[in-house]
Nanobody
Framework: QVQLVESGGGLVQAGGSLRLSCAAS????????MAWYRQAPGKQRDLVAT???????NYVDSVKGRFTISRDNAKNTVYLQMNSLRPDDTAVYYC??????????????WGQGTQVTVSS
């Protein structure tokens, strides 16, 4: 059974930084795309950033230049470095990954979420 476990959330003042981590565990054959999403109270879950197996990245416009997604394939871990945080970055952050186990097709998995709160 595959699990994605996030860590690194918390409370930070505007302008501060946080680094989120998400580690995949279980019987994993390979991991392709990995991503971070976020969901603010009363809003839908939105994509924040994605990263391919070879390190290609994409970001939503609102975080470009402030957030950096990276991954360590040897550790099955994806990171989100968040700098210059703003109150509107407050949300529950979720990691997401396409993971292949012993089955021929990859499945999409979600982490449980980690709260990020930015105070003004």
């Amino acid at each position: 059974q595959v699990q994605l476990v996030e860590s690194g959330g918390g409370l930070v003042q505007a302008g501060g930084s946080l680094r989120l981590s998400c580690a995949a565990s279980g019987t994993i054959s390979s991991i392709s795309a990995m991503a971070w999403y976020r969901q603010a109270p009363g809003k839908q879950r939105d994509l924040v950033a994605t990263i391919t197996t070879t390190g290609g990245t994409n970001y939503v416009d609102s975080v470009k230049g402030r957030f950096t997604i990276s991954r360590d394939n040897a550790k099955n871990t994806v990171y989100l470095q968040m700098n210059s945080l703003r109150p509107d970055d407050t949300a529950v952050y979720y990691c997401n990954a396409d993971i292949r186990t012993t089955l021929p097709r990859a499945k999409n998995y979600w982490g449980q979420g980690t709260q990020v709160t930015v105070s003004s």
